[in-house]
């Protein structure tokens, strides 16, 4: 039996032309369906027109943490900054897709699911944002593997799809594989490209690769400066190593 190529994104952060660049190459390579694991809006300046995009489309998509904060019109994105500046910019960002959003759309992306699970030639799938438990949550791929191991036993399923910390990592625990998507359109420190996870679902094996793909940037930043929004909004990934951290332990990281 041929294998199902199937391809995971996340993180597209309303940059349409992003969006469109992964699409298309994942048709090229045959991908015969695409799930979406969230924050489809927040940072970029085309929340509508990507939203629209998914929907004409019919992607399974799960709600990040960008989508909720729109959505339920919320005062913080869900994101923690690494600094005031930063917190400034994802603040003004957050205020402008609030704004400019149509109403179907913010209906849209405030009753997308938190996760959905399904299943391909017998093998079961579970699609999130950050953590099966919280869209907040940060699974970094140095994570230690007790802690995948226990989200395995509570939830049982052959693998795990998800996004949000914008690293692209596949990691197998068990019987159980961790895919993390990478960022459609928010860039990696210089990289710009964008980036999605493909997933190969065979009999009996399982294969899991990676794509970054070439997109011209200069409309995206130019429509941003227009807007009055940063820049930095898509070039600057979260961080796996926070400036502080709470008592008790609680890292924080941006989003």
């Not at 093998?123 to 869209?135: D, E, N, T, V, W």
């Not at 970094?140 to 036993?153: E, G, L, V």
């Not at 399923?157 to 998507?181: K, M, N, Y």
């Not at 493909?198 to 941003?224: C, E, H, K, N, W």
Request: glycine share 10%; with cysteine; proline share 6%.
């Amino acid at each position: 039996m041929a294998a199902m190529r199937a391809a995971l994104i996340a993180d597209i952060h309303a940059n349409l032309p992003a969006l469109r660049a992964v699409l298309d190459d994942a048709a090229a390579i045959g991908c015969e369906t695409v799930w979406c694991a969230g924050d489809v809006v927040g940072r970029g300046p085309h929340p509508n027109e990507v939203v629209e995009m998914l929907r004409a489309l019919d992607i399974p998509t799960v709600q990040g943490n960008w989508d909720e904060a729109v959505g339920m019109d919320r005062v913080e994105s869900g994101a923690v900054f690494a600094g005031p500046e930063a917190e400034e910019q994802g603040m003004t960002s957050l205020s402008w897709t609030q704004r400019v959003i149509t109403d179907e759309n913010r209906a849209w992306l405030r009753n997308l699911p938190t996760s959905q699970r399904f299943s391909v030639d017998g093998r079961s799938i579970l699609l999130f944002h950050g953590s099966p438990l919280k869209a907040t949550e940060y699974l970094w791929a140095d994570r230690p593997s007790r802690y995948f191991a226990r989200i395995a036993s509570d939830e049982a399923d052959d693998l795990f799809c998800f996004g949000h910390t914008h690293e692209s990592f596949h990691r197998i625990v068990g019987q159980s594989h961790f895919v993390a998507a990478g960022s459609v359109g928010c860039g990696l420190d210089g990289d710009g490209r964008a980036r999605y996870a493909v997933v190969y679902i065979g009999q009996p094996d399982v294969a899991i690769g990676f794509r970054s793909v070439d997109y011209d940037q200069r409309p995206v930043f130019a429509a941003l400066r227009g807007l009055e929004l940063s820049d930095e909004l898509l070039r600057v990934p979260p961080s796996a190593r926070p400036p502080t951290a709470q008592p008790g332990g609680l890292e924080l990281a941006t989003g």
